[in-house]
């Protein structure tokens, strides 16, 4: 079994993905920082990160710009760092309206695009906006080169094909060819194009009020200039994504849900024939045949131990309710290297405290840079 | 009653459990799921029921709800003359104008939501309830959903869906029939987000915030004099000893940063905070769900 920074040997991006609540934002962080350690200079790209995280790095205010954490943080927490860690935040709007100023041929188009309703709830609400403007961050970062390392923490979309389809999916809707012909403001189209059409513009119209109908015929004339640029773009933003530099990292918990979820997650991966890296499972709890080898009859034991049998009892019950959990957690995690077939499994344990500070990435990178047998020796407090 | 909250805090189970707690007191309850993920019916170990309202127990169904049948079914209820509709719904450009429009699968979702609550069903021999309890999409897309009636009656000025947007938004905002739950985890991310999530849900959408469930708290096993106790045999056992004791001092630690985020929470919000205790269960079940549901005050 792998550790992460052999499955990021010579990698040039790294996409951790996965579903809501799995810790993907700690994990991207806790990569990133330690690829930074060995010598790189490492940016993070995130999307929602933990105030107290960001605040103990120093990036209170982090932006839609990348910043350097200062190295001086690293020398006051006893952490050696030999390359450079910088971090960023998405902000999709911004993102997207930098895109449109880049885009349009001339400022009159850029104003028209930027001030549009439809537009407005595209680049703020529209599901999927901000996993496409993530990709096209991620994009811009690499084509500049500042950096040897991109660590991309995606969006928590519960639906993990709403991620990889998202490019697709609003190219599409930017391009709107076929919609574009039958509104213009003549609507002889229309009528060219028969009768059916011109009776769901009509029942359309009526369902939804003559305005939205307006603004979404002003959006796609003023977006008509740009379809172009926009759908090189996509095609180069997926050509990146498909690179052998690239590395896609599925992150997960050990229950049912989340496992489910990386399975169908790594499915869309290989259908979209984009390199897949290895899985990252998160609180994981080892189980004790792996910690201890024999347990014994371990009440009596202890109860000899702490003079204490009551408080003997309420530890091995404590015990045996942590065990049950560690053998769903390896079930599942067996299932999922199966589905896999991979053997890449990460497992980092569920640790005695939160993460939010250097102390506690650094804590997790021992887990994630280690082999599979020092992780075990590190779980059972051996090493 | 609408179940929010951060991905992976267990709204699912919270909305499961209050559907079987308001269906043993006899209330005719429905579980809503909107993701198309279908979680509940899982629960359930039913096979999924896509856009039905199928029985799970007395009193109790589920429905996952699509948004194309939605609109379908929206649709079919507006539009009387039988050729035309048939004509829409082979009609591309009617679903590419359907699919383009922003907001538009979210507004008929929350469109069905309400007709499931109405005691004058819309569709032909709809069932009457008494609770609709609706699994709502994660935080961050939850507030936005809830807010689409509103965006959509300003765009859209005239015709007939803006007095229905306008409608659905006075239905989500009617204090005394529509509620939120706000599910949250004893950790840092999911306590902020909570706080953040009541104040937005309350001034942004004006929603009624009834309480906040915090989920998975872990029980107090052990006293502080004890785990100094179990410090020491973790450090001078090995085998089985140290790696009870360790799971021991795990399980102190963790129920100890838990209240304090527990109290934070409590600090931060103005409605009642309920907690849910952890449950060591390999996988949460319906049993799981009802032992959670005689705890939910």
Redesign the interface.
Known sequence: MASVGEVLEGKSICICAG????GKTTTSAAIALGMAQQGLRVCVLTI?P???LADSLGLAELGNEARQVDPALFEEQGVEMKGELWAMMLDAKATFDELIARQAPDEESRDRVLNN??YQ??SS???GSQEYMAMEKLFELHTEGDFDLLVLDTP?T??ALDFLDAPRRLTQ?IE?K??RV?MKPTGLAAKVTGR??S???G??????????LA??AEFFNAFSSMVDGFQARAKRVNKLLGDPETCFLVVC?P????IDEAVYFHRKLVEAKLPFGGVVVNKVHYA?DE??????D?PT??AE??D?SA?AK???D??A??Q??A??DSRNIDHLANELRTSCVIRVP?L???V?DLAGLSQIDRYLFATAEERVEMA??RA | MIVTG????GKTTVAVALGLRAASEGKRTIVCEV???E?ASRMFEHTAVGFHEVEMEENLWSISIDPDESMREY?LL??KVRA?RD??FR????N?????????KELVTIGKIWELAQLDRKVKKGRKYDLVIVDA??T??GV?FLQTPR?FAS????????SQAQQLDRFITDQEHTGTAIVA?P????V?ESMTLERDLREEVGVAVDRLYLNGLYPE??KKA?AE??AA??ES???????????????Y??AK?QRAQLSRLKKGVEAPVKTLPFL?????DVEAARKLAGKLG
């Open positions: 579903s809501g609540g799995v929602d933990a105030k107290r309703r439809i709830q595209i609400a529209l599901a928590p519960r639906n809707f709107g076929s919609l039958f059916g059409v009776v769901a513009l029942v359309f119209k009526k369902l939804v009020g003559f305005d939205l603004d979404l918990g229950q049912g849900e989340p004790a910690l201890s080898g024999e347990v014994d371990l034991a202890l131990k702490l204490d408080l309420r530890v091995a404590n015990f309710d942590y049950a959990l053998e769903r569920y005695d405290e939160d939010h059972a407090g | 951060k991905g992976g805090v993701s198309s993920q979680n649709v507006q539009l035309m004509m829409l009609s591309r450009i009617f590419y104008l359907a699919a383009a429009t922003p907001g538009l999409p994660a961050g897309h936005g965006t765009i859209a000025r005239v015709g007939p869906i803006h985890l950790e840092e991310m999911p902020n096993r052990f004890e106790k179990l045999l973790a056992e090995n085998g089985a000893a140290k790696a009870a004791a360790r799971a021991a001092l795990s399980e630690g963790r940063t060591f269960e390999p996988e949460l």
